[in-house]
């Protein structure tokens, strides 16, 4: 499997390419501020097609990209339901003080827009780009974060947690939309159920395991989920 990854925008929000291998079809996830071109250069290296925009989130710093991309290549963008509307208006969701405050980083009129084509995403595996990508419903963050997984052909698993995980941290609740106790349940019923080898690479920050943050994450204390051996 092929997993590119860089920082984009202001808020360094991680964007991620994902294939089967070289030459193939390929996703790419949470394309936010500046990640057109940093995208392309991906795709020309590594002779990708693009199928299809994930969005782990509404947020501005993980979609600003999300149309202009989509729409460059005619393919749609995945996003569940509730956190659909922040396609057109990403600083919905960051409350008007923090929106006013980033207006000048993020004029409304470029790229806040809603993609021509939307599919709304429910729980359960999505078939795209030749990759069997399971959905899994982990608001928190946002009433519609979602944290994806994957397994590749040498065994390993990835969890892309957008806002939901982070190495040493968990996502904010303190913007529209978020609830402290329904992200602690996601993480709880969701992603501490996950094997400890499983690779998270968040939205933010270093890549690290569920077993290192399982172990050494303060904010997931008390949160008690056994973790999951085997196959």
Known sequence: MLVAGFAAGVFQANCYVIAGGEGADCV????????AEPVGRTLREHRLNPVAVLATHGHVDHVYSAATIADAH??????????RELLSDPLK????????QLAAIFPRQQALREPQEVVELGEG???????????DLTPGHTP???TYRLSTEEGGRLALTGDTLFAGSIGRTDLPGGDMDQLRRSLREKVLTLPDETVVL??????TTIGRERAANPFLAGLHAAPVTGT
């Open 93 to 100: 969701g960051l409350g008007p003080q923090l929106a006013e």
């Open 202 to 207: 968040p939205g933010h920050g270093g890549t």
């Open 125 to 135: 595996p999505l078939d795209v780009a030749g990759l069997r990508v399971e959905v």
């Open 28 to 35: 790419i996830v949470d394309p936010g501020q500046d990640a």
């Open 144 to 146: 519609g974060s979602v």
């Open 74 to 83: 005619t393919i749609p963008a995945y996003i569940e339901r509730l956190d």
